[in-house]
């Protein structure tokens, strides 16, 4: 993309509006616009990033098995009758009337309307285990919509239901989401945390939610800092292996971490003094076991093995897709701007012309931007008539990980600059090496082969 052919209103000013760094932020540099309390326009450079977050949740939730589909925004009222939640739900819950006079919402999560559907199509245990997920807006009429993407009411969201025969059949399926969440979060270039959570109004035994550590969060914390010291790192996953996934579940969750709504004063004063700690999260993911909850009411049953009609095991799982931005930001900035990680920048490198117009320094850009993009990545050129400064002060604020700057004076000498966002260093190098060092790097990056990121190109060429 060219600079001087985008769109990306950036902003000189602090916004007064925003109270935390990543919604500053996500407005200064052009991603978002709002329309209404907490309801957003998601302006090119923040669909672009939101785009590449959903491409790796499809590309994660489709390694483990679950299965893309997508369900409407609005949903009839008597699916909700029928599970008790229509009145449950509260004020959170946006209610319409269409002009028939019937009774709508527009959907807060789909528990219901997946029921439903299971309920048609499915009848016995042998079309199990199945996981079936969409990702699609939501919406809560939150109390008080704020810090931007973070708490929208209008917001993003990849929720997943799982339909097995049995109670342990079921609780696979929860423990393969906490291991496909943990790559997910990974790739994308942050710690996330499964907590011990509390079950909230969709219910449940067995639940854990994925926290972001970070000042500005909404939640209060408590874990053993030896939680921070674990990765998931390019780990070989069968995600049909029962024992492996436990494995993997409880080397994340022994030790102890959770939300204030289950902390437990005597089990926490077991960790030793020096690694107790408490601080702020930010909620980006949970995950839920709730067995027959909905699947009773709702006659979400399967004949089982012995002929005997019974209601599926259920469980529900969300990531915040939308709400992830404002996480990454608020873990990957410096006073300059943002820091994407590479998993999930809108743009793979910068190009910056020290002078636009003069013949070698506008050659040797073009060049640049088409050895870039044949290998498969997507360059942004700054290629406005600007001061230097200007172009670096724009880079640094939208935060692309790479910047490649040319200039007359390197030219001569054959070469450009490489720098790093997030180090600030630069290194000279050819414009054959430089492109070669950048490719090389996404190549190699979270365990994603080149070829297979090629692949999940799909998810984002229309961008
Ligand atoms: P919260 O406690 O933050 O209100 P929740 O527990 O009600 O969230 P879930 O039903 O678990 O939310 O939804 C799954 C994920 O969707 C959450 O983990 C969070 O990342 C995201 N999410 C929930 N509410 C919002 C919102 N108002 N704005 C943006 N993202 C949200
Ligand atoms: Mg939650």
């Known amino acids: 993309m060219r600079l001087t052919r985008y769109f990306m209103p950036v902003l000189r000013e602090n916004p007064a509006e925003a109270q935390i760094v990543s919604h500053r932020l996500m407005l200064r540099a052009g991603m978002i616009k709002q329309n209404a309390a907490g309801i957003y326009s998601w302006l090119p450079l923040g669909f672009r990033v939101l785009r590449r977050i959903e491409a790796i949740v499809h590309e994660e939730q489709q390694r483990a098995g679950h299965i893309p589909m997508l369900m409407p925004t609005v949903q009839p009222a008597d699916l909700w009758r029928e599970s008790g939640r229509y009145d449950d739900y509260g004020e959170e819950m946006l209610r319409i009337t269409d002009r028939q006079g019937r009774d709508m919402l527009y959907g807060p999560t789909n528990e219901e309307m997946i029921s439903d559907i299971f309920r048609s199509h499915v009848g016995s245990y042998k079309d199990l ?262 172009k670096f002060a724009t880079m640094d604020l939208i935060g692309l990980p790479w910047r490649i700057t040319v200039g007359p004076r390197g030219l001569k000498n054959g070469v450009v600059e490489l720098t790093s966002r997030r180090t600030g260093e630069s290194e000279e190098l050819t414009p054959d090496e430089a492109v070669k060092k950048v490719a090389g790097i996404y190549g190699g990056h979270g365990g994603t082969k080149h070829v297979e990121m090629m692949k999940q190109r799909a998810f984002h060429t229309y961008i």
């Open 129 to 390: 285990p199945l996981t079936l997920y969409h990702i699609q807006w939501k919406f809560r009429d939150e109390m008080r919509p704020r810090f931007g993407v973070m708490r929208g009411r209008e917001f993003y969201m990849k929720d997943g239901y799982n339909f097995d025969l049995t109670k342990e059949d079921a609780l696979h399926a929860y423990n393969r989401h906490l291991v496909s969440y943990l790559r997910t979060y990974e790739r994308m270039g942050l710690q996330a945390i499964p907590m011990r959570a509390d079950g909230g109004p969709i219910g449940g035994d067995y639940t854990h939610e994925f926290l972001v550590l970070a000042e500005t969060g909404e939640s209060e914390v408590f874990y053993d800092s030896m939680v921070t010291d674990l990765t998931f790192g390019d780990r070989d996953i069968d995600y049909d292996d029962v024992a492996q996934c436990r494995s993997i579940l409880e080397e994340f969750t022994n030790l102890y971490a959770r939300t204030d709504e289950t902390h437990d004063v005597a089990v926490f004063e077991g960790v030793p003094e020096e690694r107790r700690r408490s601080a702020r999260g930010i909620e980006v993911g949970q995950i839920f076991y709730f067995g027959t909850k909905y699947s009773e009411p709702m006659g979400a049953t399967v004949q089982g093995p012995d002929g005997k009609s019974v209601p599926v095991h259920m469980g529900s799982h969300g990531i915040g897709v939308s709400r992830l931005l404002g996480a990454i930001i608020e873990a990957s900035h410096d006073d300059k701007g943002i820091i994407w990680p590479e998993g999930v920048t809108p743009f793979h490198c910068g190009i910056v012309n020290l002078k636009q117009g003069d013949n070698d320094a506008d050659a040797a850009c073009e060049a640049l931007y088409a050895a870039l993009t044949a290998e498969g990545l997507d360059p942004l050129y700054d290629d406005r008539d600007e001061r230097a400064g200007g």
